[in-house]
């Protein structure tokens, strides 16, 4: 047992949020994203690694709520900035998926690493008109998404949580419990030592 989890048991806690049906995309909705999807290819994706401070900028100006130190690297696809909170130190990392139809809210000093998908939509495969349906992502303070992980709609991964490479995360994650697999399964729990403070994230060091 880890924290009150049998090692294997699916990893959930209170339940995700349940998916809600929405409409198709407006008129609006797609000239916003039609011009983002312009100003990603010109202004942030072909930039150096380094500029973090810039391509934060970019989203910002597209109605992102972006906190300090925030890293996001440029190969990033984000679907909607308006629909994206990263809070202050949280990164970003290259080739990750950012399909927020819904909200995704990523917590202080979270890390998304490469290639993760963060999905905030799916369709209602037993509807005759299969219904487009979104839940929000909730990413919380100091938990790490790894490389090439799926978090489905809906999910919450709670503080300091860990999400293990290539797990598909369906249901909602434990505060410092560690899942893998597909489903995602507790396999662990994470030291209370453990943190995400990467260099140029802390508060005492230069923004970057």
């Given amino acids: 047992m880890v924290d009150g989890h049998l090692s294997g048991e699916p990893a959930h806690g209170s339940g995700s949020t349940p998916l809600a049906q929405r409409p198709a995309p407006s008129v609006a909705n797609k000239i916003a994203r039609a011009a983002w999807a312009i100003v990603r290819a010109l202004l942030f994706r072909p ?21 300090s130190r925030v ?16 809070d202050a130190g949280a990164t970003i990392g290259g080739g990750a998926i950012i399909y927020n139809v819904d909200r995704i809210t990523v917590g202080e000093f979270a890390v998304i690493s490469q290639g993760a998908h963060l999905c ?3 369709h209602a495969h037993d509807s005759p008109a299969f219904d487009l349906v979104t839940a929000p992502i909730r990413i919380e303070e100091e938990a790490w998404v790894a490389a090439e992980a799926f978090v489905g709609p809906g999910v919450t991964v709670s503080r300091a949580a860990v999400v293990g490479a290539r797990a598909v995360v369906v249901r909602d994650v434990d505060e410092r419990a560690i899942v893998a697999g597909n489903p995602a399964r507790v396999i662990g729990s994470r030291a209370v030592e453990g943190r995400n403070r990467l260099k140029g994230r802390a508060p005492s060091e230069p923004e970057g």
């Fill in 47 to 67: 930039t150096p690694a380094p500029l973090h401070a810039w391509r934060c900028l970019l989203l910002r100006g597209f109605g992102a709520r972006v906190g």
């Fill in 71 to 86: 890293a996001i690297y440029p190969s990033a696809s984000i679907w909607a900035p308006w629909n994206l909170t990263i």
């Fill in 120 to 122: 905030t939509a799916s």
